[in-house]
């Protein structure tokens, strides 16, 4: 591990965010000697960032804690094309505004992780639109596009890969990298932004970036990119059976979202502790020793901070309550994500493979009827095998409720509307 001497590097170093960086003792020996801004680009393909995308936060965080400035970069521009970088085929194209729509939605979460403002340490939020889509396209073919080497664009991985399998990349998709490395130059331009991070498949679109800024004259730039995550068994960060764990909580409960990481495979623990939460690492140390049952608690906590962080202490705390109500004292908490079913549909009786998709628990009444089959279905703490059975409102309890059940950890309250 390399000793760095700057606070940002030596953080990032020790807690494991660090795959590559394009020139380590140049950007150490910046971060030493001046308030650095360096940014990360988040295109708008959905109304909410998930999970995957919470190590790209967490390092803007550790940007303004240690005394830098860190710079969201919003893809309202770059988002009209689509990256396609290691994509089997072309993004589906967004009207721009469901693409505001989305950067709406995503803009929400920031404000959690970063203070915003105009002093020398604050965060900014920017737009890629604002001197993307001005753009006169001739003059860009004639003073940027005049840099780039069509033979060294093929030679990309992410691009390759595309080619190799005979999957049609469009001069739509193949124009992305240019217009991202283009925003590299224009930030600098605009805010003295020196360094860009992301993931690890980014590299090539950042070093381009760094290229460009070389040619058109820039100071040096500099990369750092993140190790593309996967859980211990190999399963995709911010995935799970039921989906995207987003981070907006109109999309997905503190609760639903403190049981995805309550869930965190043992082998994953430390690991996502120093990523995800800002515990101090001896602390992680202890917590990362335990064994056997013990580590449990090890997860409650990983669960609870990481939620705090993002929902706030509050939230995080109700969603722990409601999970030992349930799973160590066997009630039924009220604080359960709920769905709400109309009173007449209750009392005429609703199908329960209906019941499963409506509530989320399953993506289709086939999806319903396996996990049934499966033996994972429980009503009232009670096995469902028939995937014809019909649940009224003799089956919600003096509460007034029932509660669905699909394996261990994942309940839903049934209610009338």
Do not use: C
């Not at 500099?222 to 399963?235: N, Q, R």
């Not at 799973?327 to 499963?356: D, W």
């Not at 033996?375 to 409720?401: C, I, M, S, Y």
Request: hydrophobic share 40%.
């Amino acid at each position: 591990m390399t000793a760095f001497k700057s606070d940002f590097l030596r953080i990032m170093s020790e807690r494991g965010f660090i795959h590559q960086i394009s020139d380590e003792t140049g950007l150490d020996e910046l971060f030493a000697k001046e308030t650095v801004s360096a940014y990360i680009g988040f295109d708008p393909t959905a109304p909410s960032l998930h999970a995957g995308g919470l190590i790209q936060i967490m390092m803007l965080h550790w940007m303004q804690k240690t005394g830098h400035r860190p710079v969201a970069l919003m893809g309202g521009g770059t988002g009209m094309v689509g990256d396609p970088s290691f994509k089997d085929e072309a993004r589906k194209l967004m009207t721009p505004q469901t693409i505001q729509d989305n950067m709406d939605g995503i803009k929400k979460v920031f404000s959690n992780y970063l203070t915003f403002g105009d002093g020398p340490h604050d965060a900014l939020m920017v737009n890629n639109a604002d001197w993307l889509l001005p753009l006169n396209y001739l003059e860009f073919l004639r003073d940027v596009g005049r840099h780039f080497s069509v033979n060294r664009m093929l030679s990309f991985d992410s691009v390759k890969l595309r080619l190799d399998r005979d999957q049609s990349l469009s001069f739509l998709e193949f124009n992305y990298m240019i217009l991202q490395a283009y925003d590299y130059v224009e930030l600098n331009k605009r805010y003295g932004i020196r360094l860009q991070m992301g993931g690890s498949d980014q590299w090539g679109n950042i070093v381009n970036g760094i290229d460009l800024g070389h040619r058109m004259g820039t100071p040096q730039l500099y990369a750092l990119t993140t190790p593309l995550l996967t859980t211990a068994s190999g399963a995709k960060m911010g995935k799970s059976l039921g989906g995207a764990i987003w981070l907006n909580p109109d999309m997905l409960s503190p609760y639903d979202f403190w049981q995805y990481w309550r869930n965190t495979e043992d082998a994953d623990v430390e690991r996502f502790l120093k990523l995800y939460t800002t515990m101090p690492l001896d602390e992680v140390a202890k917590l990362a020793a335990l064994g056997g049952a013990e580590i449990n608690e090890a997860k409650k906590i990983l669960a609870t901070e990481i939620t705090a962080l993002l929902h706030g202490r509050k939230a995080a705390e109700e969603a722990a309550e409601t999970a030992r109500k349930t799973f160590e004292e066997g009630a039924l908490a009220q604080t359960l994500p709920t769905v709400e079913v109309e009173g007449a549909a209750l009392e005429a009786g609703i199908g329960i493979l209906s019941l499963l998709v409506s509530a989320g628990l399953a993506s289709s009444n086939g999806e319903a009827r396996r996990h049934i089959q499966g033996g994972a279905v429980r009503l009232n703490d009670q096995p469902v095998a028939d995937d014809k059975l019909v649940v009224t409102a003799q089956d919600l309890n003096p509460e007034n409720v029932a509660k669905l059940s699909l394996g261990k950890k994942k309940h839903i309250l049934v209610r009338p509307a």
